[in-house]
């Protein structure tokens, strides 16, 4: 796996960062856009004025209901005033609804984290993060990684009295996976995690299997100083943590993947598994590279290994959090599942 971020530095980051984060419930209509000298444009709304980001300007669009491929891909590009005009005039045309505005305060620049809502859940990180950590170290979890960017969080724990050898001298262990994101990129979710010692991969189970989310929706928010409905949901999915500590669920997984040693993958299905799921050149030649075999080749596979050449790649230190994520998941799908996702539509 990535090497991750030191646990108190990012305790640290999290609790500076708690300070700086201030949200709004505006009235969609009361947004105002100024064009600014920076790449993104300004919004002001109560007497407070924020520069927005990639991000929230792809949120602000969608709450318009206007393409933002065109605004942002082909327009910013080109003149910023073109998008202001645009927004300006879409803003005049909405119906009137509230939205929630995410910022981040510092000094005398305030951020536009994030245009969501009005009822969405804040299930926010620092939270997450005090009573993730202290409940999967009671569970006796060895914490394997640890990663948070401001937006995003994943604390992963390895339980290593709960283990088991898929082969000969291949041991893995039990674990739990916690992860979340407070601008809109998916919900707070705690799902099994499978770490293989003989080479350090990460392996994340698929929801069927045993997944607990809580979706960042709940009831409209007039005032957010009177939101509590956040920490209610996160005591309630910390409730069944506890579950992830049962070695019986372990063992079955266990079992499956001694069952995808004997299930085949064909190259060519390899080249439409990554062509399906994104993957890029570099990332297809490296699944080939760690199977010892060269795009071209004509060969089938074990799942067990392809499962874990992909699962490989995600311990590259240049890929982000969220791309070493989803290759984790990946590779759970092709172990988990009967066939690779692609054949199953």
Known sequence: MKQGQNVEQMLNKINSDVKKKIDFIVGIKKIKVEETASVFPDITFDKTKGNLTDLSLVQLCNKLEIGSSYLVNKCLPLSQNLVVHNLRFWLDAVKKR????????????????A???????????????????????DMGAKLQYVNYDGDSLNITGVLPK?????????????????????????????KP???????????????????????????????????????????????????????????????QMKKAKEKKTTSNEIVKLA?????????????????GKVYGDNFSVDNYSLANAITNIANDEEKSDSRARFLQELGGQIIFYQKPQYLRQ
């Open 193 to 255: 995690f499978i770490y293989r010692l003989i080479c350090t991969n990460g392996m994340v189970a698929p929801e069927y299997i045993g997944e607990f989310y809580a979706k960042h929706v709940g009831k409209k928010l007039i005032n957010v100083q009177d939101d509590e409905q956040g920490e209610i949901s996160i005591d309630k999915m910390f409730e069944q943590v506890s579950l992830m500590n049962n070695p019986d669920m372990f063992y079955d997984l266990f079992e």
């Open 275 to 291: 062509k399906q799921h994104n993957l890029s050149d570099a990332e297809r030649a490296g699944i080939f590279e760690r199977l």
């Open 162 to 190: 709960i283990q088991g050898e898929i082969a000969k001298g291949d041991v893995v262990q039990g674990g739990v996976t916690i992860t979340n994101n407070e601008v809109g990129g998916g919900s707070f979710q705690i």
């Open 98 to 113: 509230n939205v929630m505005v995410r910022t981040y305060q510092e000094d005398t620049s305030t951020t536009v984290r």
């Open 115 to 137: 245009i969501l809502s009005d009822r969405y859940k804040r299930i926010d990180n620092d939270i997450i993060a005090t009573k993730s950590l202290n409940r999967i170290l």
